[in-house]
């Protein structure tokens, strides 16, 4: 029988928790987003406003800025061009060493460096465990530490809509949490009473009688 093991239990649920909430608050976005064919959505991190691309009767484009007060402006495609090269000459090195627009954003990057520190780690105690041991081998802790930095890197990842970094992240997800289950698996059936097959004190054969 499989043994149960709360902590490792309820950080699963967590992790699960943390990507389920960032996918769906980005398809939640995207379904938000859709519009008439005459205009298209922008989005730009670090703007206030919504804006969207219009096509106008004469065919021209403009550009439909709208603040979260409800004021709108519409500015030309070089009024905007402007406007955007303003905005991102007025940010400081911070923002643009991790390309990022407000303050939350270096909350995320955060997240990502501590994923990837977990990717890092995993190597490091699974060369120190095979020098130890004198032979290559893969520890438990080997397997958690991928799973949790893969968690961390594909939630990151989910929120640069970075489609490279999500599939090879959410490919490892599933490897290192089948890995973990195997190993749960067979410790549990370890544990467990022997089967049926399994005499554990078989009776001792007869000897044959002599006459």
Request: proline residues 4%; hydrophobic residues 40%; negative net charge.
């Amino acid at each position: 029988m499989m043994t149960t093991h709360p902590a490792k239990t309820i950080l699963l649920a967590l992790i699960m928790m943390m990507i389920g909430l960032t996918v769906g608050s980005e398809w939640n976005h995207a379904a938000c987003g859709s519009q008439d064919q005459s205009s298209a959505s922008i989005e730009i991190k670090g703007w206030g406003e919504n804006i969207s691309l219009l096509e106008q009767e004469d065919g021209t484009l403009v550009y439909r800025l709208e603040r979260p007060d409800g004021t709108i402006e519409t500015l030309t495609p070089l009024q905007f061009a402007k406007r955007h090269f303003q905005r991102e000459q007025s940010r400081d090195f911070i923002n643009r060493l991790f390309n990022i627009t407000s303050p939350i954003g270096i909350a995320w990057v955060l997240v990502g460096l501590l994923g990837q520190a977990l990717f890092t780690g995993r190597m490091l105690v699974q060369w120190m465990v095979s020098e130890r041991s004198g032979r290559s081998t893969v520890p438990v802790i080997f397997w958690w530490l991928s799973l949790m930095g893969a968690s961390m890197l594909l939630v990151y990842f989910i929120w640069r809509k970075d489609i490279v970094g999500i599939l090879g992240q959410g490919l490892g997800w599933f490897i290192y949490l089948r890995n973990l289950s195997l190993i749960y698996g067979r410790t549990g059936k370890e544990r467990s009473g022997p089967g049926l097959e399994d005499d554990p004190d078989p009776e001792p054969a007869l000897e044959s009688e002599t006459s």
